[in-house]
């Protein structure tokens, strides 16, 4: 049977803003007792996408029945066939924190476990979030309505731009600072010179390909 698991892990090496994590297994069991006995087996030693320790103690899981159909649109994400027992797919993690409130048991077992590791290092992975497949950088034309001027960023860029926490020294931070640096001016020179609206052209658009390259900013700003 396919089964959907979901599972919450208090972090015996808690990081700097957070100490739980919370992800969802793709699971094929022959009961749901043995989908959770799985789930909790490979959270509780877990190493996330960067490598980074993110077992510990399991303090919530749930499960229920699923249909094989509901993991169509993340096969590509499979790291085993669905059609053979046991964990075929896991989501990204969800960095969050567990209640204060949790019981001594937990808390008695969290304690020793952070302890352990302290004293012996990490434990071996129970289980390892696969890497997420290489995509092709995609971009953006951002156009100026009235005009037609434009300029060109990527897509992911534009995103960073706007995200002001993010560590500028990480490559997702230079990809934001290089986008801004290119659309932050255009967008207020246009929206006070030409009072239109700024219009995002992607790759497929058919609009892609007619734009007059001699009103391209970025390379001849003006």
């Known amino acids: 049977m396919t089964f959907g698991t979901c599972v919450e892990v208090a972090c015996a ?21 043995e989908a959770i006995r799985l789930t909790v087996e ?3 030693d877990a190493v996330g996408r960067e490598g980074k320790y993110i077992g510990g103690v399991v303090i ?8 094989r159909d509901e993991f169509e649109g993340a096969k590509e994400y ?17 960095f969050t924190s567990f209640s204060k409130s949790m019981n001594a048991g937990v808390a008695t077992e969290l304690a020793a476990a ?19 497949l290489e995509e092709p950088a995609t971009r953006v034309r ?11 960023v990527s897509n992911a860029g534009l995103v960073y731009s706007f995200m ?4 500028m020294q990480l490559e997702e931070g230079q990809e934001g600072i290089k986008a ?14 030409c009072g239109g609206i700024i219009e995002g052209v992607q790759e497929d658009d058919p609009r892609w390909g007619e734009l007059d390259e001699t009103n391209r900013e970025d390379e001849n700003a003006r």
């Open 13 to 33: 090496v808690p990081g700097e803003f957070t100490d739980a994590v919370t992800y969802a297994f793709g699971v094929n069991a022959t009961d749901a007792a």
């Open 42 to 44: 490979a959270a509780k």
């Open 60 to 67: 919530e899981t749930a499960c229920r029945c699923a249909y």
């Open 78 to 94: 499979f790291h085993r066939p669905i059609s053979e027992p046991g964990i075929f797919y896991v989501t990204g993690v969800t």
């Open 114 to 132: 952070r302890e352990k590791i302290a004293r012996f290092g990490l434990p071996p992975s129970s289980f390892a979030h696969p890497q997420l």
């Open 142 to 152: 951002m156009v100026c309505a009235v005009c037609g001027h434009w300029v060109q």
């Open 164 to 167: 002001s926490g993010l560590d």
């Open 180 to 193: 801004a640096a290119i659309a932050s001016p255009f967008v207020k020179r246009h929206l006070s010179q």
